[in-house]
Nanobody, 125 residues
Framework: QVQLVESGGGSVQAGGSLRLSCTVS????????MGWFRQAPGKEREFVAA????????YYADAVKGRFTISADNAKSTVHLQMNSLKPEDTAVYYC??????????????????WGQGTQVTVSS
């Protein structure tokens, strides 16, 4: 019943920035874990970042810590992923995910119930 749509992907050179957005259906999503994952061709989907607004906790993969920032705009029912200092290895399809039940596994794919269809991010050298 939760619908997620990603946007903001594109192609940039190494060192550039992109801001991804994920729109969430409905008015309230503050009880969700909201996560960003990415998947490159031939590889498994991997954790990027997550947050839970109710307790103000954020999570980041080591590979993106210090470069990426997850945030929320409650008024617009959106979550964002600001990506700075992009590297070619960041190239992937980025997916937004939601866990409405708070199952407590924000860093894992199995911790989420709903997924968007993804947005492509390509970083060239």
């Amino acid at each position: 019943q939760v619908q997620l749509v990603e946007s903001g992907g594109g192609s940039v050179q190494a060192g550039g920035s992109l801001r991804l957005s994920c729109t969430v259906s409905g008015r309230t999503f503050s009880t969700f874990y909201m996560g960003w994952f990415r998947q490159a061709p031939g590889k498994e989907r991997e954790f990027v970042a997550a947050m839970r607004w109710s307790i103000g906790i954020t999570y980041y993969a080591d590979a993106v810590k210090g470069r990426f920032t997850i945030s929320a705009d409650n008024a617009k029912s959106t979550v964002h992923l600001q990506m700075n200092s992009l590297k070619p290895e960041d190239t992937a399809v980025y997916y937004c995910a939601a866990d409405p039940s708070g199952r407590g596994r924000p860093r894992t794919v199995l911790g989420y119930d709903s997924w968007g269809q993804g947005t492509q991010v390509t970083v060239s050298s």
